[in-house]
Nanobody, 126 residues
Framework: QVQLVESGGRLVQAGGSLRLSCAAS????????MGWFRQASGKEREFVAA????????YYVDSVKGRFTISRDNAKNTVYLQMNSLKPEDTAVYYC???????????????????WGQGTQVTVSS
């Protein structure tokens, strides 16, 4: 059984930092893209960041460029999202996702990811 388990979400003040972790079990994703998505209350799920299987390529939504960094440790089967200079508009449930089909292309589309975590709440107060 494949599981993705996120951790690290909590309440933080604007300008603060958080690091989210996503630990995968049941299969290795070392050759596959992994992504972070978020969903704010009343809004659709949106792409935040993605990383290629090797970790050499990373992609971000414009609103987080320069503030968030995605990384992975394939030996630990874990992906991270370092979030700095947090803003109230970053408040959302953050989801980790794995794409078990692709190894070359790193997608930004949630429909291309077939494994999802349960989500972790990030709340940024002003």
């Amino acid at each position: 059984q494949v599981q993705l388990v996120e951790s690290g979400g909590r309440l933080v003040q604007a300008g603060g930092s958080l690091r989210l972790s996503c630990a995968a079990s049941g299969r290795t994703f070392s050759r596959n893209p992994m992504g972070w998505f978020r969903q704010a209350s009343g809004k659709e799920r949106e792409f935040v960041a993605a990383i290629s299987g090797s970790g050499s390529d990373t992609y971000y939504v414009d609103s987080v460029k320069g503030r968030f960094t995605i990384s992975r440790d394939n030996a630990k089967n874990t992906v991270y999202l370092q979030m700095n200079s947090l803003k109230p508009e970053d408040t959302a449930v953050y989801y980790c996702a794995g794409d078990s089909f692709r190894t070359v292309v790193t997608s930004r589309r949630p429909e291309d990811y077939d494994y999802w975590g349960q989500g972790t709440q990030v709340t940024v107060s002003s």
